[in-house]
């Protein structure tokens, strides 16, 4: 396990350029996140009918979107009125949302940056994989709810590692902690969150709702049986059922069709907010 500052360092110089090779977003990866940020935004509201709206009613409403990546969804929510803030570990993506949204981004690790936020101040802290690159999650949780308004909410959105995938695909490098349903729900306990929401537990990604609830961790007792889920999930994992599945599914050719179609639709748009805008115009609270 890399310590906690060779982390740090790794994700400010060198972990957008190790995945995508680039240190700014092209405007096809920018409409890519606004649509994600669009539907988790949705989900949010169809899933536990939150009255967002009565958030608004006090001007200092905050969100806080953790690993904001070139702030799409900070954008989105700057637009519906809360006072939204990011923080963003990667130099390069902090930069660009900064100068071409100009956004509200605490630029640094988020142990450095979380403490520059007062306490019981954010009505919605969303962590959208972020959660899996953390060394020490119940530190990190315990922080995000010392911010936490008592009547806030913590959106979190992890990878499902039971999912279906290749056998090489599950495990990455920039991954320490790897989660299913249970064992997310186990984590929020210990950190003094109840979830009040879920997804389910076959998603290829997990999403939680979450609310601070005192005494929960005080009481907090792990089950003692475990079926070892990661491994029997990994071996599960067989070329010859996985590449059938794909092509029953015709996964690659959606996935080209997909790609083609991002390129064309971004290289409609002059720059990142004028497609931001676009993307976001029918976006309304639920």
Same mark, same amino acid.
């Given at each position: 396990?890399?310590?906690?500052?060779?982390?740090?360092?790794?994700?400010?110089?060198?972990?957008?350029?190790?995945?995508?090779?680039?240190?700014?977003?092209?405007?096809?990866?920018?409409?890519?996140?606004?649509?994600?940020?669009?539907?988790?935004?949705?989900?949010?509201?169809?899933?536990?009918?939150?009255?967002?709206?009565?958030?608004?009613?006090?001007?200092?409403?905050? #969100?806080?979107?953790?690993?904001? @990546? *070139?702030? +799409?969804?900070?954008?989105?929510? =700057?637009?519906?009125?809360?006072?939204?803030? !990011?923080?963003?570990?990667?130099?390069?993506?902090?930069?660009?949302?900064?100068?071409?949204?100009?956004?509200?981004?605490?630029?640094?690790?988020?142990?450095?940056?979380?403490?520059?936020?007062?306490?019981?101040?954010?009505?919605?802290?969303?962590?959208?994989?972020?959660?899996?690159?953390?060394?020490?999650?119940?530190?990190?949780?315990?922080?995000?709810?010392?911010?936490?308004?008592?009547?806030?909410?913590?959106?979190?959105?992890?990878?499902?590692?039971?999912?279906?995938?290749?056998?090489?695909?599950?495990?990455?490098?920039?991954?320490?902690?790897?989660?299913?349903?249970?064992?997310?729900?186990?984590?929020?306990?210990?950190? #003094?969150?109840?979830?009040?929401? @879920? *997804?389910? +537990?076959?998603?290829?990604?997990? =999403?939680?709702?979450?609310?601070?609830?005192? !005494?929960?961790?005080?009481?907090?007792?792990?089950?003692?049986?475990?079926?070892?889920?990661?491994?029997?999930?990994?071996?599960?994992?067989?070329?010859?059922?996985?590449?059938?599945?794909?092509?029953?599914?015709?996964?690659?050719?959606?996935?080209?069709?997909?790609?083609?179609?991002?390129?064309?639709?971004?290289?409609?748009?002059?720059?990142?907010?004028?497609?931001?805008?676009?993307?976001?115009?029918?976006?309304?609270?639920?």
């Amino acid at each position: 396990m890399p310590s906690e500052q060779d982390l740090d360092k790794w994700y400010k110089e060198k972990y957008r350029q190790s995945y995508k090779g680039i240190e700014k977003p092209k405007l096809k990866y920018v409409l890519r996140a606004a649509r994600n940020a669009r539907e988790r935004f949705n989900w949010v509201g169809e899933s536990i009918k939150i009255d967002l709206k009565n958030y608004l009613k006090n001007n200092v409403t905050k #969100s806080l979107d953790i690993g904001s @990546s *070139s702030g +799409e969804f900070v954008f989105l929510m =700057r637009n519906l009125g809360f006072d939204a803030i !990011g923080i963003e570990p990667h130099q390069g993506y902090a930069d660009y949302a900064i100068k071409e949204h100009d956004l509200n981004i605490l630029s640094g690790a988020l142990t450095e940056r979380i403490n520059l936020i007062e306490e019981k101040s954010i009505h919605l802290v969303t962590m959208f994989h972020v959660l899996e690159h953390l060394p020490d999650p119940v530190k990190s949780l315990r922080e995000i709810a010392r911010i936490l308004s008592p009547d806030g909410y913590l959106y979190i959105e992890v990878p499902n590692a039971t999912r279906i995938t290749s056998p090489h695909y599950m495990f990455f490098k920039a991954h320490v902690l790897y989660f299913t349903k249970k064992t997310l729900i186990n984590l929020l306990e210990k950190s #003094s969150f109840e979830v009040v929401h @879920s *997804s389910d +537990e076959d998603s290829g990604n997990l =999403r939680v709702i979450a609310k601070l609830h005192d !005494g929960l961790a005080d009481n907090y007792v792990l089950e003692t049986a475990h079926k070892h889920d990661l491994i029997s999930a990994q071996a599960k994992r067989k070329w010859l059922p996985y590449l059938f599945k794909q092509m029953i599914e015709n996964k690659f050719f959606i996935r080209m069709q997909k790609k083609f179609e991002e390129k064309n639709t971004a290289a409609r748009y002059n720059n990142g907010p004028d497609l931001l805008v676009d993307v976001y115009k029918d976006v309304n609270f639920p």
